[in-house]
Protein backbone atom coordinates (compact mmCIF):
# COMPACT_ATOMS: atom_id res chain seq x y z
CA UNK A 1 0.00 0.00 0.00
CA UNK A 2 1.06 3.63 -0.61
CA UNK A 3 1.20 6.64 1.92
CA UNK A 4 -2.37 6.79 1.76
CA UNK A 5 -4.83 4.28 1.56
CA UNK A 6 -6.88 4.81 -1.89
CA UNK A 7 -10.39 3.59 -1.60
CA UNK A 8 -13.67 3.24 -3.58
CA UNK A 9 -17.30 3.14 -1.47
CA UNK A 10 -19.91 1.63 -3.97
CA UNK A 11 -23.57 0.97 -3.19
CA UNK A 12 -25.68 -1.97 -4.78
CA UNK A 13 -29.43 -3.00 -3.58
CA UNK A 14 -30.10 -1.20 -0.41
CA UNK A 15 -31.12 2.40 1.56
CA UNK A 16 -27.52 3.83 1.49
CA UNK A 17 -27.88 4.60 5.06
CA UNK A 18 -24.55 2.88 5.94
CA UNK A 19 -23.07 5.64 2.71
CA UNK A 20 -25.43 8.53 4.65
CA UNK A 21 -23.56 7.51 8.21
CA UNK A 22 -20.43 7.81 6.54
CA UNK A 23 -20.61 11.15 5.18
CA UNK A 24 -21.55 12.32 8.37
CA UNK A 25 -18.39 11.00 9.61
CA UNK A 26 -16.59 13.11 7.54
CA UNK A 27 -18.03 16.09 10.10
CA UNK A 28 -15.50 15.02 12.60
CA UNK A 29 -12.73 13.40 10.69
CA UNK A 30 -12.85 14.85 7.40
CA UNK A 31 -9.20 16.99 7.95
CA UNK A 32 -7.59 13.56 9.63
CA UNK A 33 -9.04 11.43 6.70
CA UNK A 34 -7.64 13.76 4.17
CA UNK A 35 -4.09 13.36 4.94
CA UNK A 36 -4.25 9.53 4.91
CA UNK A 37 -6.82 8.60 2.45
CA UNK A 38 -7.15 8.91 -1.27
CA UNK A 39 -11.12 9.07 -2.26
CA UNK A 40 -10.37 7.52 -5.84
CA UNK A 41 -14.05 6.79 -5.92
CA UNK A 42 -17.45 8.09 -3.65
CA UNK A 43 -20.17 9.12 -6.33
CA UNK A 44 -21.49 11.04 -2.42
CA UNK A 45 -18.38 12.83 -2.91
CA UNK A 46 -16.98 13.64 -6.19
CA UNK A 47 -17.79 14.07 -9.67
CA UNK A 48 -14.71 12.34 -11.39
CA UNK A 49 -14.16 9.07 -10.15
CA UNK A 50 -11.32 6.76 -10.70
CA UNK A 51 -12.54 2.89 -11.01
CA UNK A 52 -9.46 1.53 -9.42
CA UNK A 53 -6.91 0.10 -8.73
CA UNK A 54 -8.02 0.39 -4.94
CA UNK A 55 -5.92 -0.72 -1.29
CA UNK A 56 -9.82 -0.98 -0.41
CA UNK A 57 -13.04 -1.07 -1.64
CA UNK A 58 -16.07 -0.61 0.79
CA UNK A 59 -19.67 -1.98 -0.77
CA UNK A 60 -22.70 -1.28 0.71
CA UNK A 61 -25.80 -3.49 -0.66
CA UNK A 62 -26.90 -6.49 -1.28
CA UNK A 63 -26.84 -8.15 -5.53
CA UNK A 64 -29.92 -8.28 -6.93
CA UNK A 65 -29.18 -8.69 -10.75
CA UNK A 66 -26.05 -9.37 -13.53
CA UNK A 67 -25.17 -5.64 -13.30
CA UNK A 68 -24.41 -5.78 -10.25
CA UNK A 69 -23.08 -8.98 -9.54
CA UNK A 70 -20.97 -7.71 -12.32
CA UNK A 71 -19.92 -4.33 -11.12
CA UNK A 72 -18.96 -6.18 -7.91
CA UNK A 73 -16.43 -8.89 -9.63
CA UNK A 74 -14.76 -5.99 -11.60
CA UNK A 75 -14.34 -4.25 -8.05
CA UNK A 76 -12.99 -6.55 -6.43
CA UNK A 77 -10.51 -7.32 -9.13
CA UNK A 78 -9.05 -3.60 -8.79
CA UNK A 79 -9.34 -4.29 -4.76
CA UNK A 80 -6.59 -5.19 -2.73
CA UNK A 81 -9.87 -5.46 -0.17
CA UNK A 82 -12.91 -5.66 0.16
CA UNK A 83 -15.37 -4.63 3.25
CA UNK A 84 -18.80 -5.49 3.28
CA UNK A 85 -20.36 -2.37 4.45
CA UNK A 86 -24.22 -2.75 6.30
CA UNK A 87 -26.90 -5.75 6.48
CA UNK A 88 -27.94 -5.78 3.13
CA UNK A 89 -24.43 -6.52 1.94
CA UNK A 90 -23.14 -8.44 5.12
CA UNK A 91 -26.20 -10.55 5.44
CA UNK A 92 -28.73 -9.46 2.84
CA UNK A 93 -31.24 -8.23 4.50
CA UNK A 94 -33.29 -6.42 4.33
CA UNK A 95 -33.08 -5.86 0.62
CA UNK A 96 -33.82 -9.72 0.20
CA UNK A 97 -37.14 -10.12 1.93
CA UNK A 98 -38.74 -11.15 -1.31
CA UNK A 99 -36.39 -14.11 -0.98
CA UNK A 100 -39.06 -15.13 1.77
CA UNK A 101 -41.83 -13.91 -0.24
CA UNK A 102 -44.78 -16.73 -0.44
CA UNK A 103 -44.87 -19.30 -3.79
CA UNK A 104 -48.37 -17.02 -4.31
CA UNK A 105 -46.41 -13.88 -4.01
CA UNK A 106 -43.26 -14.90 -6.33
CA UNK A 107 -45.33 -15.89 -8.58
CA UNK A 108 -46.92 -11.79 -8.56
CA UNK A 109 -43.64 -10.26 -8.48
CA UNK A 110 -42.40 -12.50 -11.30
CA UNK A 111 -43.14 -10.23 -14.00
CA UNK A 112 -41.43 -7.46 -12.43
CA UNK A 113 -38.39 -9.72 -11.46
CA UNK A 114 -38.13 -10.39 -15.48
CA UNK A 115 -38.90 -6.85 -16.41
CA UNK A 116 -36.28 -5.36 -14.30
CA UNK A 117 -33.87 -7.67 -15.05
CA UNK A 118 -33.46 -8.33 -11.01
CA UNK A 119 -32.61 -12.26 -9.57
CA UNK A 120 -35.08 -14.92 -8.47
CA UNK A 121 -33.52 -13.90 -4.81
CA UNK A 122 -31.50 -11.35 -3.73
CA UNK A 123 -27.81 -12.51 -2.85
CA UNK A 124 -25.46 -11.18 0.28
CA UNK A 125 -22.17 -9.89 -1.08
CA UNK A 126 -19.97 -12.81 -0.41
CA UNK A 127 -22.45 -14.93 -2.39
CA UNK A 128 -20.97 -12.85 -5.16
CA UNK A 129 -17.46 -12.24 -4.67
CA UNK A 130 -14.30 -12.58 -1.53
CA UNK A 131 -14.67 -10.27 0.94
CA UNK A 132 -12.17 -9.76 3.59
CA UNK A 133 -13.91 -7.73 6.52
CA UNK A 134 -17.36 -6.43 7.03
CA UNK A 135 -19.27 -4.31 8.68
CA UNK A 136 -23.15 -5.07 9.86
CA UNK A 137 -25.65 -3.07 10.91
CA UNK A 138 -28.57 -1.24 9.20
CA UNK A 139 -26.79 1.15 9.36
CA UNK A 140 -23.08 -0.11 9.84
CA UNK A 141 -22.11 0.04 13.14
CA UNK A 142 -20.17 3.40 13.42
CA UNK A 143 -17.38 1.89 16.32
CA UNK A 144 -16.78 -1.70 14.22
CA UNK A 145 -16.17 0.98 11.19
CA UNK A 146 -13.90 2.90 12.43
CA UNK A 147 -12.01 0.62 13.91
CA UNK A 148 -12.04 -1.19 10.53
CA UNK A 149 -10.64 2.01 8.62
CA UNK A 150 -7.95 2.50 11.36
CA UNK A 151 -6.52 -0.93 11.16
CA UNK A 152 -6.27 0.17 7.34
CA UNK A 153 -4.81 3.32 8.10
CA UNK A 154 -2.39 1.35 9.70
CA UNK A 155 -1.41 -1.24 7.44
CA UNK A 156 -0.78 2.00 5.00
CA UNK A 157 2.34 2.95 7.29
CA UNK A 158 3.88 -0.91 7.65
Known amino acids: MGEKLS?????????????????????????????????????????????????????????????EANEAKKIRSLSKKVIAIGSCACSGSPSNQRNYFSPEQKARIAPLLEKFKLFGEVKRLDQVITIDGRVDGCPMDEKKFLEVLNTLLEEVKE
Open 7 to 67: IGWFTFTCCEDSSILFVELLNDHFFEWKKKIEFKHCKMLKTKNVMGPFDVAFIEGAISNDE
